[in-house]
């Protein structure tokens, strides 16, 4: 099953279009407010579906609420690489909220039941920080193929088709996938128990004090991760179009190489943060302090971003965010622990899909807003060019230091779900 699992996040991973996103909605004409918008629709339905989706594939069946998924997906990247129209991106949009909803916590809380039955729930953070190195050395290789396909083509709307091969071959993996991984349905199924289930989960998020913590330190990591991480694309794009070299290509083709070199070294890097995220709790003798740990130094670094930013060095914006990108793939298998540790067994993937929904919630708020103020400073006359990302570190360091003044390291980590005795704290 490891194999598997492995593969899943590999095919997966194949998203040809990821590090040419924002780059392919410029080519159609949309503003930076307009992708912003595109975002915040994808963040509302998944925000509408996230949470009945955990519990249907709790209830009904994981492995099939994850051939759902990818079948949506299939369907959302060839309408994206067809669409000539906003409308149509958005039913693009609309269909790739579905594969989100229905992926989301569903695969982790697959690897936690099946790391339940092998008794090695204490390798946990080990194991799904391996799982996720295979899914960032995908990446790498999809970095590679998509800025061939983007050079040699000069277009953006074929990796979209292309993306779809990978999906493809994604459903049938999940088809060898033995059957006991649908979950325990021997009790039938029924709106009545669909809602008991929801409801339960969303008790647990409530009262749980731990619990809210941790939510709460997704909403503000990952949750501004995600909405900043994208404007790497910009930035290579301008600093292409500086560099001295490879004048003799067009300026999509020079993109296409610096995008591709750099996504390239920052997908290796993830892989092997993501290896090494056990080394982090092992290091300071516990997930609540490697966690703190990583806080400190995602505020530094967004801080830094600014500096970078305000100064015009481009080569240090770069590496800015692709430290970023790898400090976050140390920082997501530790808080996938985390949470998990909080929760029951069987409503693990309703809890995760809950803090994907917080997260969604918040992304569908912040990219419009981003999006409106990059394109207003860019419209200033006599600013430099390179403020106008500045909102991006701006809001990078505020949610930081949101939570390191907000919350506190626990005494000792939590032995059991609802041992409430794990919720004493520690002055700084």
Known sequence: MLLRFCLYGFLKNQQYYDPFLILAFREKGLSFFMIGLLIA????????????????????????????????????FGIFGYATSVPQLFLAMAMFSVGEAFRTGTHKAMILDWLAREGRLDEKTRFYGTTRAWAKMGSALAVLISAAMVFTTGQYSIIFYVTMIPYVFGI????????????DRSAGVSMARLFRHLWLA????VVDRKLRQLLAETVCYDGVYAATKDYLQPILKQAAIALPIFVAYETDQRAAILVGAVYFVLHLLSSAASLKAHRVVD?????????????????????????????????????????????????????ISRISARSEADSTATILSIESQLKSAFVAVIAPLLGLLVDQIARAEGTPTD????????????????????????RTEPTEVGDQTADSVEPH
């Open 202 to 205: 969303l008790k647990q998020s």
């Open 283 to 335: 290091r300071f003798a516990g997930e609540e302090r490697g966690a703190r740990f990583l806080w400190i130094v995602n505020v530094t670094l967004f801080a830094l971003l600014a500096v970078d930013l305000w100064f015009g060095w481009h080569a240090l914006v770069i590496a800015g965010f692709v430290a970023l990108a790898t400090v976050q793939n140390l920082w997501r298998p530790i808080q």
């Open 172 to 183: 049938i993996n999940f088809l060898g996938y033995p059957a006991y991984m649908d979950g």
């Open 41 to 76: 629709f994808r963040e509302i339905l998944v925000n509408a579906m996230e949470i009945p989706s955990g519990a249907v594939a709790d209830l009904y069946g994981r492995r099939r609420c994850m051939i759902l998924s990818m079948s949506a997906y299939v369907v959302s």
């Open 387 to 410: 403020h106008r990302f500045l909102p991006v570190a701006i809001l990078g360091v505020v949610a930081s230091l949101i939570i390191l003044v907000a919350t506190r390291p626990l």
